[in-house]
């Protein structure tokens, strides 16, 4: 759950060698002698050593610049000796070379460098006690979000471009202010938002006549409707604001994502906590509040201690992506209309619970989605799961059925998917190598592709070469 640097995740960048006094693994001479002179494994009692111990500086600096991943840190870990015994350096001389090399990639991660150390070791016992494990916490949410270094995202009636400098750009209806350009006019071409100069946006949300910004140091930013609560058909005379505005309640929370669902607002914190605005009466999500409340409150139940990496909102429902040292889960909770918590019933929830049915499918999930009435998922072996209302086919099963579980896209099987995205009833999904694919309702075109060429609830490919959409912008 992590802003990815300017550089590229996988850019290599300098890493400092730690300056300390490198023990061997014995003090005595002949063993020292043996360093130096011997490259392969030695001694009965030592299985699995080797020279390179007598310089681990340099094997942390080749664990840190190969970027492994959490779990090959835990299986080197597993294989010698070497990498589990403390290394005696510094910030903590008790941690292992994989924690060691865990911890500094973690430090190369926007989000975690401004953090106090207190902060760090409370983000790490949450995370399960480990900085392999806070590791793979920022993966996941680099992995789920906020991919590219810029964003276009697509609202109800407006859009929203953020590019690689944190630049805004707005364009669309404008009946409440939501382009934020300090006027109600709208614009047919992407604008740039001035007032926020000197300031860097990293994600952007747009919602029925709203937008919220956030930026690279956690602070919160909306405008357009003035109320966290209102849905497109919501109260009449609400308050608005046409420029984006400082959200003062959130000022203690460092903020990596923000969602706009339908009579409520959700923000998720860099440590994983997910807290909601409005849409709270008879404690549909944990708690109660007026629908005009402009105080957080934190969600409450299951997800209070577990550590949330993506959130996705719909009409009157929540979905978080978690992360925990026993794997990656999905919570729903809200309206359950349609199927679309995912618990096989159609019957609210109250306090976030989670989808059983990613185990009984064997699917690890790592990208979620909402849309109004269904939802959609991508496993870790790149396998696509949707759920909720089918009308238009937008589940993609060859019906318009609802499903009130997870149930794989068959027709998808052969794609191996990165991303996916949802809209009212339509889902879109990114494969590996680029590859766009579409499906559910393709009214004006909204699919990308001729629906003549699809019988109806089938999944159809747009290729974005001859895509009808996509489009060069022309900023001002």
């Known amino acids: 759950?992590?802003?990815?640097?300017?550089?590229?995740?996988?850019?290599?960048?300098?890493?400092?060698?730690?300056?300390?006094?490198?023990?061997?693994?014995?003090?005595?001479?002949?063993?020292?002698?043996?360093?130096?002179?011997?490259?392969?494994?030695?001694?009965?009692?030592?299985?699995?050593?080797?020279?390179?111990?007598?310089?681990?500086?340099?094997?942390?600096?080749?664990?840190?610049?190969?970027?492994?991943?959490?779990?090959?840190?835990?299986?080197?870990?597993?294989?010698?000796?070497?990498?589990?015994?403390?290394?005696?350096?510094?910030?903590?001389?008790?941690?292992?070379?994989?924690?060691?090399?865990a911890l500094d990639m973690c430090q190369s991660r926007a989000v975690f460098k401004p953090m106090t150390q207190s902060e760090r070791e409370t983000l790490k016992e949450r995370c399960g006690g480990s900085w392999k494990l806070v590791l793979r916490f920022l993966i996941a949410g680099e992995t789920c979000y906020r991919r590219e270094k810029c964003q276009a995202i697509a609202g109800p009636g407006h859009s929203v471009v953020v590019t690689k400098s944190g630049a805004v750009y707005t364009f669309g209806s404008n009946t409440s202010g939501q382009l934020g350009h300090g006027t109600t006019e709208e614009e047919w071409r992407p604008r740039l938002i001035r007032s926020l100069q000197g300031i860097r946006i990293i994600q952007a949300t747009a919602g029925a006549g709203r937008t919220m910004l956030i930026s690279d140091i956690g602070q919160v930013y909306a405008f357009g409707k003035d109320s966290f609560g209102d849905s497109e058909y919501g109260v009449d005379g609400s308050r608005t604001a046409t420029t984006p505005q400082l959200v003062e309640s959130l000022k203690g929370i460092f903020a990596v994502q923000a969602v706009i669902g339908n009579f409520f607002t959700a923000v998720l914190s860099r440590e994983g906590r997910v807290y909601t605005f409005s849409w709270g009466s008879e404690a549909t999500l944990g708690h109660q509040t007026e629908p005009h409340d402009q105080e957080p409150h934190l969600l409450k139940g299951d997800l209070e201690n577990v550590p949330v990496v993506q959130i996705a909102a719909g009409y009157c429902y929540l979905l978080a992506l978690t992360c925990q040292p026993s794997g990656m889960s999905v919570y729903s909770v809200g309206c359950g209309l349609g199927g679309k918590l995912g618990h096989g019933s159609r019957t609210d929830e109250k306090y976030p619970r989670m989808i059983e049915q990613f185990k009984h499918l064997k699917l690890e999930p790592v990208v979620i989605a909402a849309g109004a009435w269904h939802a959609a998922v991508v496993g870790k072996d790149g396998r696509v799961c949707t759920w909720g209302w089918g009308r238009y086919g937008c589940l993609g099963h060859g019906n318009e059925e609802c499903e009130t579980v997870p149930k794989v896209v068959e027709s998808l099987l052969a794609v191996k998917a990165v991303h996916v995205t949802t809209g009212d009833y339509t889902t879109f999904v990114v494969a590996e190598n680029g590859d766009v694919y579409s499906f559910g309702c393709g009214e004006s075109s909204s699919l990308g592709h001729h629906l003549g060429t699809a019988t109806e609830g089938q999944v159809c490919m747009a290729w974005l070469g001859s895509c009808k959409i996509p489009i060069v912008f022309q900023t001002m």
């Open 1 to 101: 759950m992590d802003t990815t640097t300017s550089s590229g995740l996988w850019q290599s960048t300098s890493i400092q060698y730690h300056s300390v006094n490198e023990n061997p693994l014995s003090s005595e001479p002949h063993l020292q002698i043996i360093h130096q002179q011997q490259r392969h494994c030695y001694g009965s009692t030592s299985q699995g050593e080797f020279p390179l111990a007598a310089s681990p500086s340099i094997v942390l600096h080749v664990l840190t610049e190969c970027y492994l991943d959490p779990q090959d840190l835990a299986r080197l870990e597993a294989s010698s000796r070497f990498f589990r015994q403390p290394a005696n350096f510094s910030p903590d001389f008790n941690l292992s070379i994989s924690e060691l090399a």
